[in-house]
């Protein structure tokens, strides 16, 4: 029997007070996502079970007990305000997925400071724009990371302490540097853990948009009752799984369901901080018995591309419930799942934005390969039309809105209030993605209703590259856009013009590809570059996206009436 | 082959490590798996064998394993193009 039990079921008796209920939580109570996490797991009886088992490349497999995380996280939490960090501070953390960034995430929300997670690969302008637009106080980072860091500093005046978790004293720390050994650090047992309320700031993840630079999403403490329930209901998790989630908490899947949601329910969960590699991947799932399993479209077809032999060569049988969220699950990765591991991908859809999931297929709810699934009770969605943003009919495309008011919701644009607004059309919050309900009431994905790029799951803004791209002294004008990709769904091509005087050749290609990726990441890397005289504009001189774009997709290109030159 | 082998470690190295990153990489050492290179970069590996020894590397052949150290590398662009 699922947790969930019937979805019909749900639908009628679904409130989100039984989840706070269940948590014990009463309106007005502290919550504190850290401390629900592990003292109360710990309260609970929980205190010996593991809360994680670790794996990372060349290291010895390290396991910790809810009671050590609970300790852990104190430790780090103390520390920090020994610094002299304060409540309000936002702390980012800039690491690989050791361990010190999963209880350092939980120990800056027991001190009341703001999380602010980054993936390890961003280059040294993902990070200025992210950490100049937060203020950010301090960076929890590594030995490996640490270059990256050192050269930015200077810019960042705000930023006062970079912590080094793997330092071994062979090279002098510089200014602000502080080194810090969690397993050797002071064992804190009991911590005055900072009395947050509901409303009370927790997490800002930084997100991409069509124009202007990343907006980091804030979330509260009271988003951990939608990642409590949804953890529950959507992967089913119980209290003997062993749980795998496959993201990296630089992206908001890793900190709501590879951090808070298994945590919260006192489920033990394993992590592997390897790149990817489909043997490992399987020998991990057979070694540690994993029994759910939340990882990506991308990596599913990326596995599906390993063949169906090597699969036989591992024991997978503790395999019992599978999802999967990133860009929309293709039918063919569904019905390849259930003939491999004998059960099919539930495809999951949500954002930074809703910091839980929203519409979702569900266990024990019949599959429709390909859809979305159906919204969670207690979410109220629709698709809507593009002008009046009123509900459309049955089998019409529109926009996904949701009714605001979950417990999970962002609340705000971190210094960027209008554009948090802009997100609200009738009542709605507008998701930015296009999508049909069928006669039976599942969602079926369209696209994106912007120029982000979908690549692996991940949101990148074709904005922030074009600017980039502006910086290398070859580059007179480019347009960058979504190409379709087999495995990623789509991944970045840019489309440049030269300046006078630079000639394309196979040498400069791969500068401008390098270029991007040291200064933004491997994500925003462009895979492909196809060098043009001249971009498409608009008579205003406003270059045309949309036009390559549905070059790139073999779509039509729609009304040209204002093309320049055309 | 040893010529061959040290171009690419060369490059790895300086293309892939952040300056002051003294991570040690030799010709077993695991790219992909290792997180040294991502799949998303080894797009730019690939573009760069392709540049330099002008031939183009099919996709199928591209894969993870094959890129997942020098040595592996060396061997696909042996077997396939006969560099050596």
């Not at chain 1, 999380?115 to 980072?141: W, Y």
């Not at chain 1, 070694?287 to 390993?306: C, D, F, G, H, I």
């Amino acid at each position: 029997m699922a947790n969930l039990g019937s979805y019909e079921d749900q639908l009628k008796s679904f409130s989100w007070k039984k989840a706070e209920e269940e948590l014990g939580y009463r309106a007005g109570d502290d919550i504190n996502i850290g401390e629900y996490c592990t003292d109360r797991i710990c309260r609970m009886g929980k205190k010996d079970k593991i809360a994680l088992y670790w794996e990372g490349f060349g290291s010895e497999p390290k396991q910790y007990t809810f009671d050590e995380m609970r300790i852990l996280t104190n430790s780090i939490g103390h520390y920090l305000r020994k610094l002299g960090l304060r409540d309000g501070d936002r702390i980012c953390i800039f690491l690989d997925r050791v361990p010190e960034l999963y209880f350092g995430f939980l120990g800056i929300l027991k001190m009341g400071g703001i999380a602010q997670p980054l993936f390890s690969a961003f280059g040294p302008e993902s990070l200025i724009t992210r950490l100049e637009d937060a203020r950010t106080r301090a960076i929890i980072t590594q030995k490996k990371h640490l270059p990256k860091v050192r050269n930015i500093v200077d810019v960042l005046p705000a930023l006062e302490f970079i912590i080094v978790v793997d330092d071994d004293g062979s090279k002098p720390l510089r200014a602000k540097e502080h080194a810090f050994h969690m397993d050797k650090e002071e064992r804190v047992d009991h911590f005055d853990i900072f009395r947050s309320k509901a409303e009370t700031p927790s997490v800002l993840h930084y997100t991409s948009g069509t124009t202007g630079k990343p907006k980091g999403a804030q979330h509260v403490h009271y988003s951990i009752i939608s990642q409590y329930i949804t953890t529950k209901y959507v992967l089913d998790l119980r209290d003997d799984d062993i749980y795998w989630c496959t993201a990296d908490p630089g992206w908001v899947t890793g900190t709501s369901y590879g951090i808070i949601g298994p945590w919260v329910n006192g489920v033990t969960q394993c992590v592997l901080d390897i790149g990817f590699n489909a043997e490992n991947w399987y020998k991990f799932i057979e070694k540690y018995r994993v029994t759910v399993w939340y990882s990506a479209p991308t990596a599913v077809r990326a596995l599906m591309k390993e063949g169906d032999e090597i699969v036989k060569r591992f024991d997978l049988s503790s395999l019992r419930h599978l999802c999967c969220v990133g860009e929309p699950l293709n039918a063919e990765a569904v019905i390849w799942s259930e003939r491999v591991f004998g059960k099919p991908f539930h495809d999951t859809f949500w954002q930074t934005e809703t910091g839980s999931i929203v519409i979702s297929n569900y266990p024990k709810m019949k599959i429709k390969p390909g859809s979305m699934g159906k919204p969670f009770p207690g979410i109220t969605a629709t698709v809507l039309d593009t002008q009046k943003y009123e509900p459309v009919k049955t089998g019409t495309v529109g926009l996904i809105a949701l009714k605001p008011g979950w417990p999970s919701m962002f609340r705000t644009y971190w210094n960027n209030e209008a554009t948090y607004r802009s997100k609200f059309k009738n009542g709605w919050y507008i998701c930015g993605d296009r999508a049909s309900i069928d006669e039976d009431g599942y969602y079926w994905f369209v696209g994106r209703d912007d120029d982000v790029i979908n690549t692996g799951g991940h949101l990148v803004g074709p904005f922030e590259i074009e600017s980039a791209l502006l910086e290398h002294p070859a580059v007179a004008e480019s347009a960058v856009v979504g190409k379709p990709d087999p495995v990623n769904m789509e991944v970045v091509k840019a489309f440049i013009a030269l300046k006078p005087g630079y000639q394309v050749s196979k040498e400069l290609n791969l500068e401008i590809i390098n270029f991007i990726r040291k200064k933004l990441s491997p994500l925003a890397m462009p895979q492909e570059i196809e060098f043009v005289p001249s971009l498409p504009k608009t008579r205003s001189g406003k270059i045309m996206r949309r036009v390559l774009r549905a070059q790139e997709w073999g779509e039509e290109v729609g009304d040209l009436s204002t093309l320049e030159n055309d | 082959m040893s010529e061959l082998k040290k171009i690419i470690l060369d490059y790895v190295k300086k293309e892939y490590l952040e300056e002051g990153d003294d991570t040690e990489i030799t010709n077993t050492t695991p790219l992909i798996s290792g997180g040294i290179v991502d799949s998303f970069s080894m797009v730019s590996l690939k573009l760069f064998l392709e540049a330099k020894y002008n031939i183009s590397i099919p996709d199928a052949k591209a894969t993870p394993k094959a890129f997942d150290s020098v040595d592996n590398i060396a061997n696909l662009l042996q077997k396939e193009f006969n560099i050596q």
